[in-house]
Nanobody, 118 residues
Framework: QVHLAESGGGLVQAGDSLRLSCAVS????????MAWFRQAPGKQCERVAV????????AYADSVKGRFTISRDNSKNTVNLHMNSLEPEDTAVYYC???????????WGQGTQVTVSS
């Protein structure tokens, strides 16, 4: 079993930066691809970014390319999402997820709220 715990959400203004962190416990982080998803009220859940277990491969949603960066530290069992130039449209609950494949997530965190004011 893998337990994921997100942190770092909050209320910021448009143009600000924020870093979300995901702490992984229960099993070693190494075998899992990790991802960040988000869901805004009335909208579908969107995969924001994904990173391979080695960290050598990443992918981003078009809506965040050039603004968000996903990274991982397997020695600390953490995955981060660095968010720059935040926009009101980035307002959502952000979830950390883990899976044995970059395209299929098995474990999910509880989510952390990010609110960007204009």
């Amino acid at each position: 079993q893998v337990h994921l715990a997100e942190s770092g959400g909050g209320l910021v203004q448009a143009g600000d930066s924020l870093r979300l962190s995901c702490a992984v416990s229960g099993r070693t982080l190494r075998p899992y691809a990790m991802a960040w998803f988000r869901q805004a009220p009335g909208k579908q859940c969107e995969r924001v970014a994904v990173i391979s277990w080695s960290g050598g491969s990443t992918a981003y949603a078009d809506s965040v390319k050039g603004r968000f960066t996903i990274s991982r530290d397997n020695s600390k069992n953490t995955v981060n999402l660095h968010m720059n130039s935040l926009e009101p449209e980035d307002t959502a609950v952000y979830y950390c997820a883990a899976g044995t494949d970059m395209s299929f997530m098995t474990y999910w965190g509880q989510g952390t709220q990010v609110t960007v004011s204009s």
